[in-house]
DNA sequence: AAGTCGGGGAT
DNA sequence: ATCCCAGACTT
């Protein structure tokens, strides 16, 4: 793994030896949910204009909201700045070490305090994200698709197979995750191209039996609060602030829900009233 | 354990 | 149209 690792991973900034743990924390909260081509122009222009966690910490808001762009769920860039305000109050500017530390800053889950202390501090964490869940589900456990929530197993499988001596266990968190996002593929998996196609593969040795029928049931996206929050926001990025009557027009035929996601959105600090209108906080 | 929260490219 | 993407947080 290590070794396909070195001949096919992709060179990403955030992998350089010179990227900065901060810069690397960044990257990590940009990708939660975001493919990485999407990240990256988002990245390299937010890394050239804050370098460091305080830079962010006292940017103006409505500026890192712009910043943040496309790349979706903007209560993300909220968290980050929150989270380069706690690294400057509590941590003396530098990215604190230690998994429990990184969880309590805002936006740091268990992925990203795992990610963080394996990426950039280069200790010995147990990497979980979606890419290394469906690698592990299929040649460890013959699997498709990992269940639709992290479970113990999965933790104990994970823990189990990950290297004991840290630096190769960067080396194997960095390659499984990256083999789940080039090979290993939720749609049509390139087992061709796969260092454990055979009998280190559970799935493979087993005919890749497809997955369960069970209905993953997402949530709808057309017409929901998600879309029409999102398209506010998008207002509020390009012009300086949204009349209600600019609002109004996103959906003519429902008020109320115009109404309720312009709430939901200043509840949620994304953006502040202005008249009967909004703006950027 | 289930819902909510963006957005775009691939299928 | 549906799926999927380096998840976090609330209920």
Redesign the pocket.
Known sequence: MIAWFADAGRD?P??SPGASAWSILV??VM??????V?VLPRWLDWMDRWPAPADLASAPTAEVLRAWD??????RAL?LQQCARAIVDEHDGEVPRGEEALRAL????????A?VTAFAHHDRAVVL???VR?VLARTMAGAALPP??L?VAERRTATQVLPEEPERSVAWNQAV??L??LVC????PRCEQCPLAGPACAWYSAGRPPAAEGS??????AG????L???I??LLRTQDRATEQALLELDPGDEQRVQRCRA?LVADGLAVPDGAGLRLP
């Open positions: 990403l955030w992998r990257s990590e990708l939660q949910q975001t493919p990485v999407r496309r790349l979706g769920y903007p209560r968290r805002p936006g740091i889950g268990e992925y990203t305090a990610a994200d979606t890419n469906r639709r929530s479970t995750m990256e789940g996002a593929t939720a749609g049509a993953r049931r997402v949530q709808a996206f929901t609060d998600r879309q929050r999102g398209q926001m998008a939901s």
